[in-house]
């Protein structure tokens, strides 16, 4: 069947790049400043602006709350702006998050699975909301040490906790060979631990966060060195099947600076000559680092937290490439991440109390309060979009990428008549003043013709059941063109529930003559068990006129198959079929 090629989709498709660009940096930025205003003249109203960032336990913000709040706040602007990558409308979804779903329980698989068939049926809505979401809530955490800060690191935790489930697949903890130096346990996860902190009241995070931290984190380095430890992970073993070794080709091969891929390929090519002996010296800084973090209330001393943040930047270019590159990198890893966590949650930091301020007040109020009102903007609008995808019909953008855009045309049906399924003869348009979609199939296939037919089959189970439509599939297979095929294929695929389906088929020298007549290829020897045929949907209008024609190949792409729908069901609301 076509589509049999497995051909992958382009990534950055023009259509779907400038659909997405026009969408979040058109459409969304208008409606964030209508809402931005609208934040302001309320908060001028209600006073909020005199009162921004003034409160007491704002103004004598911990030195460590602030640099978390200031770091996390850069990593969201930063992951928010890697969404804005042309690839991530079409590749996010079945690239990054879909992969993860591998052995996970069967309830989280599941989750997952659903996860990625929404955003392929909304991924310019999606794409975009994601990225002022996290824009917005990054800046929030920038400009704010009062409450609307601490509202937004309770949104983070939420939203970091959700892509951590489904997004990481739990940050690979199901996954075979799992380790801390590619991704393990997910910088989500930690996105997720340091939002609840800051959500907190500032004074009880000055009281917990440095020590508990600190331990916290001793336990997922301690965890980090028995999942390195393990020959699972494939670190023990030299040569280029070495972990770090495979890794690094791979990473290496993405297009980014010569200097990095060097730095990369050249940690590759140690790990394939050092094997067990590099996983040595990994092993002893995951365990001295763990043990140095657990006892550091005791020692009051900064050398585990400087050992963990010199080993994590290390480890996050030779292990990790920085995570940056390939068009569909969501964040910067899991070692920034942690080297950033530890860092505030160093000793040396918990006995300082105040933040030194450079803004006056009343400038660090004013100026403060607007870039909020645009930021709480970038969050609604993001949210809201994201949110109203889920009462909205499915998007087009995957059915355009993967097949092409459809073709207007306007000509004469060229008219046939063949013999249904109940064996009756049936002729193209015989019945006036309903349109008709018309395909091709083959009764024998088991692939692409069923996935088509299930499209058709979901077209028509949206329409009313008074919808003047009729959908006409014609045998596309000279050898398996009887009733008993037809009928035996009908039964099989549930389309004798479809309202005013037929199934038409005839002689050979009939059904050649109407492949011929729509342009349709069919190739197919004698002892072939399926035909390789032209998948295409056509629209003929009442008035027995060719409006539309709808290329479809839905074995390449699985979630083509809703968009399919959907473009369909716009060509017919357009014709006045809803």
């Not at 939002?195 to 600190?214: I, K």
């Not at 980014?256 to 394939?272: D, E, F, K």
């Not at 390449?556 to 716009?570: D, E, F, K, Y």
Request: with cysteine; hydrophobic share 50%.
């Amino acid at each position: 069947m076509p589509g049999m090629s497995q051909r992958s989709i382009d990534l950055t498709n023009p259509f779907v790049v400038a659909l997405f660009r026009h969408t979040s940096l058109v459409t969304m930025t208008i409606w964030i400043g209508v809402v931005a205003v609208v934040i302001l003249i309320a908060a001028t109203v209600l006073g909020g602006i005199a009162r921004f960032n003034l409160s007491n336990l704002g103004l004598n913000e911990s030195r460590s709350r602030a640099h978390l709040r200031v770091g996390f706040g850069v990593f969201w602007v930063i992951d928010g702006l890697l969404q804005f990558q042309a690839s991530m409308p079409l590749g996010l979804a079945n690239d990054v998050v879909a992969p993860m779903s591998r052995n996970t329980p069967s309830a989280l698989r599941t989750v997952i699975g659903h996860a990625v068939n929404f955003w392929n049926g909304h991924p310019i809505t999606l794409a975009s909301g994601v990225a002022w979401l996290q824009i917005g809530l990054g800046v929030l955490l920038l400009v704010s040490n009062g409450v609307t800060g601490r509202v937004a690191a309770a949104v983070s935790a939420l939203w970091a906790a959700i892509v951590w489930l489904v997004g990481d697949g739990a940050g690979g903890l199901f996954v075979h060979g799992a380790t801390i130096l590619f991704a393990w346990p997910g910088a989500a996860l930690i996105y997720a631990y340091v939002g609840a902190w800051l959500a907190l009241d500032p004074e009880r995070f000055g009281r917990s966060f440095g020590l508990v931290t600190r331990r916290s984190m001793a336990v997922v380095l301690g965890l980090g060195a028995v999942e390195q430890a393990l020959p699972a992970a494939g670190f023990w073993h030299g040569g280029p099947t070495n972990a770090l070794s495979e890794m690094a080709s791979y990473m290496a091969a993405i297009a980014q600076p010569r200097w990095l891929a060097a730095i990369v390929r050249g940690a590759g090519s140690l790990a394939a000559t050092m094997g067990g002996g590099l996983n040595v010296v990994i092993l002893l800084w995951l365990v001295v680092s763990a043990v140095g973090l657990w006892f550091s209330r005791a020692t009051a001393r900064r050398w585990p937290v400087i050992s963990v943040i010199a080993g994590c930047l290390v480890l996050w270019v030779v292990a990790q490439d920085t995570a940056l590159f390939g068009g569909l990198s969501t964040d910067l890893n899991t070692m920034p991440a942690l080297a950033m966590v530890l860092w505030c949650a160093s000793p040396s930091k918990s006995d300082v109390p105040v933040t030194p301020r450079g803004l006056s007040r009343d400038l660090l109020s004013s100026t403060g309060s607007v870039v909020a009102a645009f930021a709480a903007a970038m969050v609604l609008v993001g949210s809201v979009a994201m949110g109203a995808a889920t009462l909205s019909g499915v998007e087009t953008t995957l059915f355009l990428a993967d097949n092409g855009p459809v073709t207007a045309v306007n000509a004469p049906a060229k008219p046939f008549t063949l013999t249904d399924q109940f064996a009756h003869r049936y002729t193209l348009g015989e019945h006036r003043g309903r349109l008709t979609l018309l395909t091709f199939l083959d009764p024998n296939c088991l692939s692409g013709c069923v996935s088509l037919a299930s499209q058709i089959a979901q077209v028509r189970q949206g329409l009313v059941d008074t919808a003047k439509l009729d959908i006409v599939a014609v045998a596309s297979d000279p050898y398996h063109e009887s009733l008993s095929d037809v009928r035996h294929y009908i039964d099989e695929k549930g389309l004798a529930r479809v309202t005013d389906f037929y199934f038409l088929t005839g002689s050979q020298a009939a059904l050649r003559s109407v492949w011929r007549a729509y342009g349709i290829s069919v190739v197919m020897g004698a002892t072939d068990q399926t035909s390789v045929h032209t998948n295409v949907v056509f629209l003929v209008a009442a008035n027995d006129r060719l409006h539309w024609i709808i290329p479809d190949n839905p074995v390449s792409s699985g979630p083509g198959t809703a968009s399919a729908v959907a473009q369909l069901r716009h060509l017919l609301a357009y014709e006045g079929i809803k």
